[in-house]
């Protein structure tokens, strides 16, 4: 049955705008406009969707059915691609304010029951998680619970750019696979659905049943211009994390000065005292709370201000308890701390603290300008780790930089892919130093196919002419340095485009250079972060190497024991390069856009560099 289910301040702006005349002339979908202010859609025929004409640098439209508006970017003159806006419930009208009555957007918006989601982009990666269309940032919610591992993640399914925040939903059996799902939580009236995570409530402690997926997140709105309002609130779910009941006492935790940026709840089980402990990002430090049901919440203590570079403010707070060395009877907290703007290299990066926690306060070990990045790449941000794997820390990255990230080359049908799940673990390091290192999970290795065996040689040069068909490929090997100069690999396509991993014996450290890797334009339209000053942007341009604009450019870390022979794994997908080296000990993740995809190889070296056991192997992905 066809049912109208417009909200009745809805049917007011759709009786106020002729309605009436919107009479069934035959035409699937016909418009009452007024002005160019209020439209109203009556659909003659009943589907589940009707499909949005996207023209990407248009301004946003609202787009209504119920009570909350979706900021679509509805094409005024050009089609970039379409979105499907689902028809609930048999809804025979929508309400669009802002858009022209001239709009292209009138003439191309159809009906349908099904949306192809069969891939269109040249650079979706093949074996790296990406949302099947729309936009995605950071992965929220990490938790495994019965043989699932579910991602959510921040998601916009009414365009590819960020906007209309909703988690979005994938479930993986082995981290590897992942199959689409609805998106799980949908923004609200409350707001946007940003970043958090989720628990499995074994007890029940929060009244919703044994065992239950909990969710928690932050709502966002803007409130006045330049201003917002971020609390943190609850859903539940008793399907398995497939769909999510809002809790009716939202929010749960509001900040307690106004602070305007509130936000990413992270919420963990602490043992010793039998209580929940929820991390928020508040500004430039990190608030903590404890409940006993997960709905009241106590505020307990802050920590973070003035650590690590500065100017930044604090996102997508984690912590987690590691044993040092493997070692199970010496444990140590970890505060992963992602931050935007402030990352060595530019823009998002996400960096770690070792210390204590005491059940109330957190303190570090080092001091406050001792920063250490997980990740040296500038494609690795709003990590967080999965909740309820025992003996098993897993980080997922989002793989991109706020600096670009909604200017990547796109055809529009997504934007933005997951770095490589990697498991963490802490080590000492030659300097005394507590260290994360970032390893991709085990699992990665049953994708390996094919083995072109490259085998043992002192450089010199080696080419390798091709390793892949597809541009999906892993590369191991083992490089002892030469003393002088640089060493290491070019990861090239048949026009020359490259990326190279290489050390510098000068500086002791690894490189990866993606100054001509393929397409960087899109980055010269960025601008810098409101919060950045002109003298942490110049020292930042200055630190990279090989600046050409904030994407076009080489990142390095520094290489402990560099004389030794180090373990390196390289996994190349259609637009990224990953970097593991020693058991991920330095792990150095970045895109990149080649024209045509990777698929040689060449060693290179200034001094005499050893290479060992050199093995690159194909993947088994569905070459799409
Ligand atoms: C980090 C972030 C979070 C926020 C979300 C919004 O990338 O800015 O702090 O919750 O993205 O999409």
């Known amino acids: 049955m066809k049912r109208n289910i417009l909200s009745p301040s809805l049917l007011l702006a759709a009786a106020a705008a002729g309605l009436a005349a919107c009479n069934n002339t035959g035409d699937a979908i016909s418009f009452a406009h007024q002005g160019d202010t209020l439209t109203v859609a009556h659909m003659a025929a009943q589907t589940k969707y009707v499909i949005l004409p996207i023209q990407e640098d248009r301004p946003e439209a609202q787009v209504m059915l119920g009570d909350v508006p979706m900021d679509v970017r509805l094409a005024v003159d050009k089609v970039d691609y379409t979105v499907p806006f689902p028809l609930r419930g048999g809804a025979d009208s929508l309400v669009v304010r802002g858009l022209a009555a001239n709009a292209l957007a009138w003439q191309e918006m159809a009906l349908a029951d099904t949306f192809d989601v069969t891939n269109r982009e040249t650079f979706r990666p093949l074996y790296h998680h990406t949302p099947s269309y729309g936009w995605m ?215 770690y603290f070792t210390g204590d926690f005491d059940g109330k306060r957190f303190t570090p ?47 529009g049908q997504f934007r933005s892919a997951n770095a490589l799940p990697r498991e963490l673990k802490l080590f000492t390091g030659r300097d005394g130093g507590l260290y994360l290192s970032a390893a991709p999970v085990d699992e990665l290795a049953k994708l390996r196919g094919k083995a072109t065996e490259i085998g043992a040689f002192a450089l010199g040069e080696k080419k390798v002419e091709k390793v892949s068909e597809n541009g999906a490929f892993e590369l191991v090997f083992t490089l002892t340095p030469a003393a002088k100069g640089r060493s290491g690999v070019e990861i090239l396509n048949d026009k020359g485009e490259k990326t190279l991993v290489y050390f510098d014996a000068e500086n002791q450290r690894v490189v990866m250079d993606r100054t001509e890797a393929g397409i960087s334009d899109f980055a010269d339209k960025t601008e810098p972060h409101h919060l950045e000053t002109e003298a942490s942007r110049k020292q930042t341009v200055e630190r990279t190497l090989n600046y050409k604009n904030d994407f076009a450019l080489a990142t390095y870390a520094p290489v402990e024991a560099f004389a030794e022979a180090h373990e390196m794994r390289i996994f190349v997908d259609r637009s990224s390069v990953e970097l593991f080296v020693d058991g991920g000990r330095v792990a150095m993740t970045n895109l990149v856009f080649p024209t045509n995809p990777y698929s040689q190889l060449r060693f290179f070296s200034d001094g005499e560099a050893k290479v060992e056991k050199a093995v690159a192997y194909t993947l088994n992905v569905s070459s799409k």
Request: charged share 20%.
């Open 137 to 351: 940032n950071d992965a929220n919610g990490l938790v495994y619970k019965d043989g699932e591992y579910h991602l959510y993640f921040q998601y916009n399914p009414y365009g590819s750019v960020w906007g209309n925040m909703h988690w979005g939903h994938s479930v993986s059996r082995d981290l590897v696979h992942w199959q689409h799902l609805p998106a799980a939580i949908e923004r609200d009236t409350m707001g946007h659905i940003f970043s958090g995570s989720c628990v499995v409530d074994h007890e029940g402690s929060a009244g919703f049943g044994k065992d239950r997926i909990v969710a928690f997140y932050t709502s966002h709105i803007s409130t006045t211009p330049g201003h917002q309002r971020q609390q943190q609130c609850m859903a539940y779910s008793t399907d398995n994390g497939r769909t999510f009941t809002k809790y009716e006492g939202n929010p749960i935790v509001t900040p307690f000065d106004g602070l305007e940026n509130f936000r990413d709840p992270k919420v963990f089980w602490y043992a010793p005292e039998k209580k929940w402990v929820m991390i928020v990002s508040a500004d430039k430090n990190m608030r903590f709370y404890e409940s006993r049901d997960l709905k009241q919440w106590t505020y307990l203590s802050e920590w973070g201000e003035g650590y690590g570079p500065q100017p930044n403010q604090f996102e997508c707070p984690d912590f987690v308890q590691l044993p040092v060395d493997g070692d199970e009877s010496k444990q140590k907290w970890v505060m992963i701390v992602n931050i935007n703007p402030g990352f060595a290299y530019g823009g998002s990066g996400t960096m």
């Open 365 to 411: 070990d080092t001091a406050p300008e001792v920063t250490k990045w997980l990740d040296w790449g500038k494609d690795h941000y709003a990590t967080v780790c999965y909740s309820n794997t025992p003996g098993r820390t897993i980080a997922m990255p989002w793989m991109s930089n706020w600096q670009y990230a909604n200017l990547t080359p796109s055809k």
